[in-house]
């Protein structure tokens, strides 16, 4: 069954003359634990693509449909208890003047837990940060700490999807291994649906199943990350980019 | 003959908690060769490049027993002087230009203004070279560019023009700073092959700093890698994937790689000793 499934998808911003399409007609399915891959060069529109799932685009026509309930253009608490959402930068995502315990316990409650607590340590734990980060704020914390808060953040609600927009991208490669192989696990304990959004095809190579390439707002291709491996892409503008990305 | 010469660079900040050392005594050449710096956040690789043009504010500190620029140790020069080289003799690209570029003028009179701030000229002979200089970098419509404001420029083309602009005085050494880590992987190519272009018609040097082990390997002659302020191997490019380094071979293994699919990637364990080790010595 398919946990996550995208029809006809069309966003836009901007009216008359200014419209821009930034996504046209985008259609794919995620089945449940599945990790899917959107890559594409910067303005592509693969992140738009996220920010219409997550309610953060309000102009889009189309449907989707998450867990088997199709989306209206209000998103309930319900959907937000199913899909989360962690951004590209650490640095930008975390409110400077709360504390990780602040940040934490403030989405527990929204989520309506009780037993705040224990949840907050249990989460810092299930992201590799020990308690003594509890009551540390953003500047104390390096890139890939403010990430690790960021992702604990979004399974704050114990969702059943996590949309990645370049997690990994504002980090050091080493660093990145530590986040990736911390994705990796949650997805394998929770049994989590990934939607990633990577400029990187070898982290999306290392991550997905299956990706979808884009170019100016659609989807040219589809496939699977054999095919990725193998270098059989058939649309030209994937050739090109497999390219770029292996020569670099 | 090196262009550049720097030996038991340090650079220092005094803290409350007593003096950080961001570089710690590291020894280089440059001869007309592009040269990589790669190394984490933090490993003092910005740091170096920045030193050597003397950019380091107050309270930090630059110290060396010399860093010398043809004949001439930068260090014994006066700050006035130093404003003849900068930009002149030794040209700076930053990481991101938009931060680099000057957002409320256009971007013709940013570039004449480099020009004549180094040339005796009029404006319409700097008008033609800066038509010149943005040509070199493959933009097209320089006169429409030319009078485009920054904002109006997406990040390759804005990249670009940076570039463009540090040619201009024809300088004898260009610092990279991440140059291409805010572009896609396909302008990051096309600034890259520009720049590699300008450099070997030129007889230029370059330092080009980056976090990207790939790319260096890819682009660079010789590559430094650096780790908590220190030298801690030397190598050619191409062998950069033969590094000895635990280090280096740390980074490189915690990359992913597409033609080796692994279910869990390498971490990098550090070890305190790397950073206590002496700087091994750049000199070619």
Redesign the interface.
Known sequence: MSMLSVSDLNVWFGTGRDRVDAVRDATFDVPAGESFGLVG???SGKSTILRAITGLAPTWSGRIEVNGMTLGPRRDRAFYKTVQMVFQDPYASLHPRHSVDAVLGETLHLHGFKDIDARVVKLLDDVGLGGQFRFRYPHQLS?GQRQRVAIARALAGEPEILLLDEPTSAL???????I??LL?DLRAERSLTYVMVS?D???V???CGRLAVMKDGRIVEIMD?QA??DRQATHPYSQ??LR????? | MSLLDVENLWVKFPTRQGVFDAVRGVSFTLGKERLGIVGESGSGKSMTGRAILRLIRPPGIVQADHIKLGGDDLLQKSEKDMRAVRGQRISMVMQDPKFSLNPVMRIGDQLIEAYRLANKSDRKGAKSTAIEALEAVSIRDPERVMRAYPHEMSGGMGQRIMIAMMLIPDPEILIADEPTSALDVSVQRQVLSIMDKLVTDRGMGLIFISHDLNLVADFCDRVLIMYSGRVVEVCQADRLHEATHPYTRGLLKSLPRLDQPQGKLQVLKRDPAWADAPSVSGRA
């Open positions: 060069e910067s303005g890139g050091d490669v080493s660093v990145q291994a530590e990736l192989n990796t400029h095809l070898a982290v190579g290392h991550m990350v990725l491996r090109e980019l770029n990305s292996i020569g670099a």
